[in-house]
Nanobody, 123 residues
């Protein structure tokens, strides 16, 4: 069993930065690929970024490439999302997800999901 708790969301002006964190509790955090997804009101869930179990491989959605960076610290059971050059279209609830042995994807079903954290970017 893994519990995920996101933090770090808030209100920021366009062009600003935020750092989201996801704290995992439970055993064997490094058995899970981790990812961030987001969902804006009236829109579909969208893949943001993912990171492999050992942190060596990272993946990004096209809309955030070059602006967002995902990282993890398995010793601290955390995964972070550094978001720079934020745009109003980045406004959404951001969810941290975990999938056993592989990275979370849009096509696969994650094993665990946090409660989400709101990110609002004003123009």
């Amino acid at each position: 069993q893994v519990q995920l708790v996101e933090s770090g969301g808030g209100l920021v002006q366009a062009g600003g930065s935020l750092r989201l964190s996801c704290a995992g509790s439970g055993r064997a955090f490094d058995n899970y690929g981790m990812g961030w997804f987001r969902q804006a009101p009236g829109k579909e869930r969208e893949f943001v970024a993912a990171i492999s179990r050992d942190g060596r491989s990272t993946y990004y959605g096209d809309s955030v490439k070059g602006r967002f960076t995902i990282s993890r610290d398995n010793a601290k059971n955390t995964v972070n999302l550094q978001m720079n050059s934020l745009k109003p279209e980045d406004t959404a609830v951001y969810y941290c997800e975990a999938r056993f042995l592989v990275i979370p994807t849009m096509s696969g079903r994650s094993d665990y999901r946090g409660q989400g954290t709101q990110v609002t970017v004003s123009s």
